[in-house]
């Protein structure tokens, strides 16, 4: 599409490539890319503003609070003008709303039309899709669609890695860190039941429901978080173990002590 003086102006200050930072996952495209399609919320934030405009994270890379794993497929989009779906895809409706809000009316109508029809695979016995598009907001397993036998019943294990130092005074307070991830090991379709929208599947997408993974995280790092949800969704704790390592900042042992410790919490439903 040809761009206007002015837009060609306000381009030019925009590198070819292009890092974004969205919703914590990197991507790194060209600038004629986001520009694709004229009047999108991309194109506008790219053709019609500077750097200076646009909020960066501590990396200088431009920041979208909006869902960094579903971002791939707006990616996807904007390069082709056509989307593929995986076979096993679940969140046609989530990238709907992204689409509208990245203003890509054809995209979003593309994805209503093929909400339409899962919809009607529904009424055929095939509740699960539309179980695995919207967030898990059930209070009590019974309102959840039937599985096929043994299909509710199964093991998750929750890990974290947390770090924190312990200054040279004993009695001085210790220095936590945050944890930085909680993971999720499981079956595919349970840990999606219990989790719903939270899990980031960004490092093991698209996977059949009844296979494995021990890739995927959590998007916050609460670990009561996840306990509730565990405890809600009808999973008790079975078993759990912690190994633990300490060194030193430098080689000088006055130094504070940097312990380092990685925790795994089965459960059993």
Same mark, same amino acid.
């Given at each position: 599409?040809?761009?206007?003086?002015?837009?060609?102006?306000? +381009?030019?200050?925009?590198?070819?490539?292009? %890092? /974004?930072?969205?919703?914590?996952?990197?991507?790194?495209?060209?600038?004629?890319?986001?520009?694709?399609?004229?009047? +999108?919320?991309?194109?506008?934030?790219?053709?019609?503003?500077?750097?200076?405009? =646009?909020?960066?994270?501590?990396?200088?890379?431009?920041?979208?609070?909006?869902?960094?794993?579903?971002?791939? *497929?707006?990616?996807? *989009? /904007?390069?082709?003008?056509?989307?593929?779906?995986?076979?096993?895809?679940?969140?046609?409706?989530?990238?709907?709303?992204?689409?509208?809000?990245?203003?890509?009316? %054809? =995209?979003?109508?593309?994805?209503?039309?093929?909400?339409?029809?899962?919809?009607?695979?529904?009424?055929?016995? #095939?509740?699960?899709?539309?179980? /695995?598009?919207?967030?898990?907001? +059930?209070?009590?397993?019974?309102?959840?669609?039937?599985?096929?036998?043994?299909?509710?019943?199964?093991?998750?294990?929750?890990?974290?890695?947390?770090?924190?130092?312990?200054?040279?005074?004993?009695?001085?307070?210790?220095?936590?860190?945050?944890?930085?991830?909680?993971?999720?090991?499981?079956?595919?379709?349970?840990?999606?039941?219990?989790?719903? %929208?939270?899990?980031?599947?960004?490092?093991?997408?698209?996977?059949?429901?009844?296979?494995?993974?021990?890739?995927?995280?959590?998007?916050?790092?609460? =670990?009561?978080?996840?306990?509730?949800?565990?405890?809600?969704?009808?999973?008790?704790?079975?078993?759990?173990?912690?190994?633990?390592?300490?060194?030193?900042?430098?080689?000088?042992?006055? #130094?504070?002590? =940097?312990?380092? +410790?990685?925790?795994? *919490?089965?459960?059993?439903?």
């Amino acid at each position: 599409h040809p761009k206007t003086q002015s837009d060609m102006a306000q +381009s030019s200050t925009f590198p070819e490539v292009v %890092e /974004l930072n969205v919703g914590g996952q990197v991507y790194v495209t060209r600038f004629e890319t986001l520009t694709a399609v004229p009047r +999108s919320l991309l194109w506008t934030k790219f053709t019609q503003h500077t750097p200076a405009d =646009l909020p960066k994270d501590s990396k200088g890379r431009f920041f979208f609070d909006r869902d960094g794993f579903l971002f791939r *497929y707006i990616l996807d *989009y /904007l390069r082709d003008s056509e989307l593929f779906l995986p076979e096993f895809f679940k969140e046609r409706k989530r990238l709907q709303r992204e689409a509208d809000f990245f203003q890509l009316p %054809e =995209l979003s109508r593309r994805l209503a039309a093929a909400s339409k029809d899962s919809s009607s695979t529904e009424d055929s016995g #095939e509740p699960e899709e539309v179980e /695995l598009t919207s967030p898990v907001t +059930s209070s009590s397993s019974s309102d959840r669609p039937l599985r096929s036998p043994g299909g509710n019943s199964g093991y998750i294990t929750i890990g974290y890695r947390g770090t924190y130092t312990i200054g040279r005074d004993i009695q001085a307070d210790a220095k936590f860190r945050r944890v930085a991830r909680i993971t999720v090991c499981g079956k595919i379709s349970l840990t999606k039941e219990v989790f719903g %929208e939270t899990l980031n599947e960004s490092r093991d997408p698209d996977r059949p429901p009844d296979k494995y993974t021990a890739r995927y995280y959590l998007k916050y790092n609460f =670990l009561e978080q996840a306990f509730d949800r565990l405890a809600e969704t009808g999973f008790h704790m079975v078993a759990c173990n912690s190994t633990g390592t300490c060194s030193y900042g430098s080689n000088d042992p006055s #130094e504070d002590k =940097l312990w380092t +410790s990685y925790t795994e *919490y089965v459960f059993c439903r």
